[in-house]
Nanobody, 119 residues
């Protein structure tokens, strides 16, 4: 089991910045990748950014060159630095951990943190 706790959401004006944090605990040795997803009202949850244990990253086209995902050296935390925020970035942001245990893949989710960008 992996537990994830997000922090850092809030209200910001367009053009501003926020940094989200996600602390992982439990069976962190099994984590293969961590990611941030977001879900706006009446829209499906979408991948924002992902980082693998090897440090490879992947971003949604809508956030490239504005958002940066990173992890701490102990791989117990993942961060999302969000710059040049736009009103369309408003959503609940969820931390995700993908683990592999005995060849089986599991997805773990945090409780979500609200990000609101005002115009």
């Amino acid at each position: 089991q992996v537990q994830l706790v997000e922090s850092g959401g809030g209200l910001v004006q367009a053009g501003g910045s926020l940094r989200l944090s996600c602390a992982a605990s439990g069976s962190i040795f099994s984590i293969a990748a961590m990611a941030w997803y977001r879900q706006a009202p009446e829209k499906p949850r979408e991948l924002v950014a992902l980082i693998t244990n090897g440090g490879s990253t992947n971003y949604a086209d809508s956030v490239k060159d504005r958002f940066t995902i990173s992890r701490d050296n102990a791989k117990t935390a993942v961060y999302l630095q969000m710059n040049s925020l736009k009103p369309e970035d408003t959503a609940v942001y969820y931390c995700n951990a993908q683990s592999i245990t005995y060849g089986l893949k599991y997805n773990y989710w945090g409780q979500g943190t609200q990000v609101t960008v005002s115009s």
